[in-house]
């Protein structure tokens, strides 16, 4: 009986979502009334304003009813559900006293003034509560903030902070939304480094060292459609390589600590830190690339509206603003998921774009960003119209172009970018003599168009003869 009674106060409590839109709209067409029916053409209002009252006065009714039974299935901050709970509770009496007041034949001005300030200050507690108490300004306060960058970035993926670099955004795009500070979902929080190792109702989210023994890898590897399924389906779901990063860090010892380069990785592993940082294993990373000056932080709902599309956002070193974003694991690419990037123009810098079907006319987008010193295009439709584009990026120093459309006249207008120092041309129509003079064109750029050939040793190659039978 008891478990049924819970149930059913769970069942009742989620109703508050979609109850609690009724007294938000019927109430401030309640108001909306008695201020028209105040001057004479619109005097007949009047008799829709008994109804309207007491339609929403029941809503407001049931959703204080629902919305407290929510609170106690779902956990959230107590200090926004406390403000929340009393001013809806000052709501619902006041649309209780205006009906009344109305019934009577009084004077509504007043009232219906504070039960206007009431629903929404009311509506916005609400807000707080499911997107943030920070909602309504969260992208302006991220643009004005100066975060100053004190400490020397680290360009090598290795050297950064696993969780720092790697698994924290995750939780931070996918998880915390209902798992953080102002919301915690089984009494889970995911934002910081000691609420995850207390877990949640269900106990340890986690187990170190084992993956397949933590309950949060167990959440996130059941089928879509489960119930019991993270991050809840009508959510941005993990991609395929932060799944890996996930189950790869919790293997590794779940350390908040340890750099990347001390725990043991898999040629799987190795094979996402690639995708997530350069597409030549054995490519020099160097510090000129990455701006001296400090940058501030990125707008957090630009980066996540990319996270969104299954983008990879990731810093380009630690204690670093510079952002790296990567294309990699999009699904069907449009040219709109690039103006995605307009909101982080000052704080990207490496860009990967490979593999999709970009084109000519999508390079003026990319133009835009003028901060770039990478540019992945590798394996697109690019022909020499775009190429010729790409010289506005004047800060450019290493751009991919291999598997694309290019010539040799349109590589030659990249003369222009004296900032260029890697040049990558695998698989084009230029030929061996056309690099060579591209190569003259542009003396301060290493331009490398592949061909390899590994020679062979002594040993490489094993001889079998047939022994002569006398």
Not at 325 to 332: G, L, M, P, R
Not at 376 to 383: G, I, P, R, S
Not at 433 to 449: A, F, Q, S, Y
Request: charged letters at 20%; proline letters at 3%.
């Amino acid at each position: 009986m008891v478990v049924l009674a819970l149930n059913a106060t769970e069942f009742i409590g989620r109703f508050h979502p979609i109850l609690v839109h009724l007294p938000i709209g019927i109430l401030i067409l309640a108001v909306l009334f008695i201020a028209l029916s105040l001057k004479e053409q619109f005097s007949y209002l009047k008799d829709a304003i008994g109804i309207t009252l007491f339609l929403g006065m029941l809503s407001a009714i049931a959703s204080c009813i629902s919305g407290y039974l929510l609170s106690q299935s779902e956990s959230y901050d107590p200090g926004l559900i406390f403000k929340h709970q009393w001013f809806a509770i000052a709501l619902a009496a006041s649309s209780i006293v205006l009906y009344v007041l109305h019934l009577k034949q009084k004077r509504l001005t007043w009232t219906a003034g504070l039960m206007a300030i009431l629903l929404l200050i009311t509506g916005h507690l609400g807000g707080s509560i499911t997107h943030g108490s920070d909602f309504l300004f969260k992208e302006s306060s991220a643009k004005n903030s100066k975060v100053k960058n004190e400490h020397k970035p680290i360009a090598n993926i290795q050297d950064g902070a696993a969780y720092a670099t790697l698994i924290q955004p995750i939780f931070e795009s996918k998880c915390i939304a209902c798992h953080g500070l102002e919301k915690q979902k089984a009494k889970l929080r995911l934002d910081d480094p000691a609420s995850i190792l207390k877990g949640g109702e269900g106990g340890a989210a986690i187990v170190a060292g084992q993956a397949e023994q933590s309950n949060l890898m167990n959440r996130i590897l059941l089928a879509k459609d489960n119930k019991d399924h993270m991050p809840p389906s009508e959510k941005p779901q993990l991609t395929k390589e932060e799944i890996d990063l996930v189950e790869w860090w919790i293997n590794g010892g779940a350390s908040f600590d340890r750099k990347v380069s001390e725990i043991q990785q898999t040629e799987k592993i190795k094979q996402v830190f690639k995708n997530l940082t350069s597409d030549q294993s054995n490519e020099e990373i160097s510090l000129v690339d990455i701006p001296e000056t400090s940058v501030s932080k990125a707008s957090e709902s630009a980066v996540q509206k990319l996270r969104e599309r299954g983008i990879t956002v990731v810093p380009v070193a630690q204690n670093s603003n510079y952002l790296l974003v990567n294309y990699v694991a999009i699904e069907a690419f449009s040219a709109k998921d690039l103006t995605l990037l307009k909101a982080i123009s000052d704080q990207l810098i490496w860009l990967k774009l490979p593999n999709i079907s970009l084109t000519d006319d999508d390079v003026d987008d990319l133009v835009q960003l003028t901060n770039l010193t990478r540019l992945y295009v590798q394996k697109t439709n690019l022909t020499d119209q775009g190429i010729a584009k790409l010289t506005k990026l004047s800060n450019l120093q290493y751009l991919n172009l291999s598997g694309t459309k290019a010539t040799a006249k349109g590589v030659a207008s990249l003369s222009i970018l004296k900032n260029l120092r890697h040049l990558y041309l695998y698989q084009t129509a230029i030929t061996d003599d056309e690099l060579k003079k591209i190569r003259l064109e542009l003396p301060k750029t290493n331009v490398d168009g592949g061909g390899y050939q590994v020679p062979k040793i002594e040993w490489d190659t094993a001889v079998s003869r047939t022994p002569i039978v006398k």
